[in-house]
């Protein structure tokens, strides 16, 4: 079972970065697509970028494309996520996920096709 850790959030101003972790702490994510997603207040889990197990694809939303970049170092079971020129608009929860069945050919965006999640770290960005 494949438990996550986020860390990396904090309360920043409107253009700035961050780099958010998620590491495990009990199984390997080797084999597992990973992905990012976050909850705004008073809205929905959404998704926001997923890297396929070996790295060799990523899907991003489109809100975040070309200012959020996901990675992985699997020898080191962490994710990543750097997230550059913030906006207020990405206030919001952020949690780690890892996909429910190993080894797929994509990347899934849906929720519910991810059966691991972290405890979540908050990010503000004030304006």
């Known amino acids: 079972q494949v438990q996550l850790a986020e860390s990396g959030g904090g309360l920043v101003q409107t253009g700035d970065s961050l780099r958010l972790s998620c590491t495990t702490s009990v199984d390997s994510i080797v084999g597992r697509g990973m992905a990012w997603f976050r909850q705004p207040p008073e809205k929905e889990r959404e998704f926001v970028a997923g890297?396929?197990?070996?790295?060799?694809?990523?899907e991003s939303a489109v809100s975040v494309k070309g200012r959020f970049t996901i990675a992985r170092d699997n020898a080191k079971n962490t994710i990543y996520l750097q997230m550059n020129s913030l906006t207020p608009e990405d206030t919001a929860i952020y949690y780690c996920?890892?996909?429910?069945?190993?080894?797929?050919?994509?990347?899934?965006?849906?929720?519910?096709?991810?059966?691991?999640w972290g405890q979540g770290t908050q990010v503000t960005v004030s304006s």
């Open positions: 890297i396929k197990w070996n790295a060799a694809s990523t």
């Open positions: 996920a890892a996909d429910r069945l190993p080894w797929r050919a994509v990347v899934p965006t849906a929720s519910a096709e991810y059966d691991r």
